[in-house]
Antibody, heavy 122, light 107 residues
Framework: QVQLQESGPGLVKPSQTLSLTCTVS??????????WTWIRQPAGEGLEWIGR???????NSNPSLKTRVTISVDTSKNQFSLRLSSVTAADTALYYC??????????????WGQGTLVTVSS | DIQMTQSPSSLSASVGDRVTITCQAS??????LNWYQQKPGKAPKLLIY???NFETGVPSRFSGSGSGTDFTFTISSLQPEDIATYYC?????????FGPGTKVDIK
């Protein structure tokens, strides 16, 4: 059973960089046709796709965040990471990591972490 | 970006009722739509993929239909454990986008 677990600081100061890591267990991050994804959810609000990384290291990110987002993968540690620069209070949210599985034309988020709350405040 | 809308934003129904949620895309997304259930304090869970296909283990009271821009999600007989917020999500093109959610309560 694949499990994902987010980790990182729960509090980040405005203008600084938010850094989160997702550790994948129960399977190799390099096996299968997957993208490793970050999604966030402000309190009481909906879900926003931040971006994804493939095991080859290719990335896609949301244009609304693109210049601030870096997503990377460390296959030796079975982890992938998110860095979001120049944060503001608007970046306060519950951050989820998730596995995106591709089956032919179908793309689904089939495994999720439990989420980690990041608050941006001085 | 493809904008997703859902209606209603919330609903309250009795146990055993049929519940229907609609989702509309701002452009044609064929069948490239998933439905997720999010219970309070939990991560979303995939219920329906490709507009109408059941994820393994999902109860048969949940179903989805539609194509193009208009989609429907149905709970045929609402159960107490179905209290959750339901989101549609398109994967026709990046960035993937979610609907704003429909919160379902028991009356």
């Amino acid at each position: 059973q694949v499990q994902l677990q987010e980790s990182g600081p729960g509090l980040v100061k405005p203008s600084q960089t938010l850094s989160l890591t997702c550790t994948v267990s129960g399977g190799s991050i390099t096996s299968g046709n997957y993208f490793w994804t970050w999604i966030r959810q402000p309190a009481g609000e909906g879900l926003e796709w931040i971006g994804r990384v493939s095991t080859s290291g290719s990335t896609n990110s949301n244009p609304s965040l693109k210049t601030r987002v870096t997503i990377s993968v460390d296959t030796s540690k079975n982890q992938f990471s998110l860095r979001l620069s120049s944060v503001t209070a608007a970046d306060t949210a519950l951050y989820y990591c998730a596995r995106q599985r591709r089956i032919e034309w179908i793309e689904i988020f089939d495994y999720w972490g439990q989420g980690t709350l990041v608050t941006v405040s001085s | 970006d493809i904008q997703m809308t859902q209606s209603p934003s919330s609903l309250s129904a009795s146990v055993g009722d049929r519940v229907t949620i609609t989702c509309q895309a701002s452009q044609d997304i064929s069948n490239f739509l998933n439905w997720y259930q999010q219970k309070p304090g939990k991560a979303p869970k995939l219920l329906i993929y490709d507009a109408s296909n059941f994820e393994t283990g999902v109860p048969s009271r949940f179903s989805g239909s539609g194509s193009g821009t208009d989609f429907t999600f149905t709970i045929s007989s609402l159960q107490p454990e179905d209290i959750a917020t339901y989101y549609c999500q398109q994967y026709d093109s990046l960035p993937f986008t979610f609907g704003p959610g429909t919160k379902v309560d028991i009356k």
